[in-house]
Nanobody
Framework: QLQASGGGLVQAGGSLRLSCAAS????????WGWYRRVPGKQRELVATVTSGGTTDYTDSRFAISRDNRKNTMYLQMNSPTPEDTAVYYC????????????WGQGTQVTVSS
C-alpha cells in the first residue's frame, strides 16, 4: 500500500527528500508519519502529519509535508549527520472506521561524514 523512495547516500550537511506514495485509497482523518530504525535499536518516530496538515516533529532539521491529491508524503532532510543514518519507513494510520495501519518497505539513508 505504501512505497517509500528517495533514500541513498548523502554528505553530512547536505539535503535529501524522501517520498512515500500510497497505491490504495486513504481517507481523511488519518495520520501519516516517518519512522526510522538503526540496526540494533528500536524504531523511532521522526515526524507525523495529519490529513488536515498538522505536523509534529522530533527534529527541527526535518520537514514533513503531504499532498493529499497525490496521496504522497515527503520528508525533507536538511543538514543530516551520520547519526541520521538509518532505514526510514513511512506509515499511514487511521484509528476509526475504515481503520488501517499501512507500512512502507523502508528506504535506506546513509549520511557520510
Amino acid at each position: 500500500q505504501l512505497q517509500a523512495s528517495g533514500g541513498g547516500l548523502v554528505q553530512a550537511g547536505g539535503s535529501l527528500r524522501l517520498s512515500c506514495a500510497a497505491s490504495g485509497r486513504t481517507f481523511s482523518g488519518d495520520t501519516w508519519g516517518w519512522y526510522r530504525r538503526v540496526p540494533g535499536k528500536q524504531r523511532e518516530l521522526v515526524a507525523t502529519v495529519t490529513s488536515g496538515g498538522t505536523t509534529d516533529y522530533t527534529d527541527s532539521r526535518f520537514a514533513i509535508s503531504r499532498d493529499n491529491r497525490k496521496n504522497t508524503m515527503y520528508l525533507q532532510m536538511n543538514s543530516p549527520t551520520p547519526e541520521d543514518t538509518a532505514v526510514y519507513y513511512c506509515n499511514a494510520r487511521r484509528d476509526w472506521a475504515p481503520k488501517y495501519n499501512y507500512w512502507g518497505q523502508g528506504t535506506q539513508v546513509t549520511v557520510s561524514s
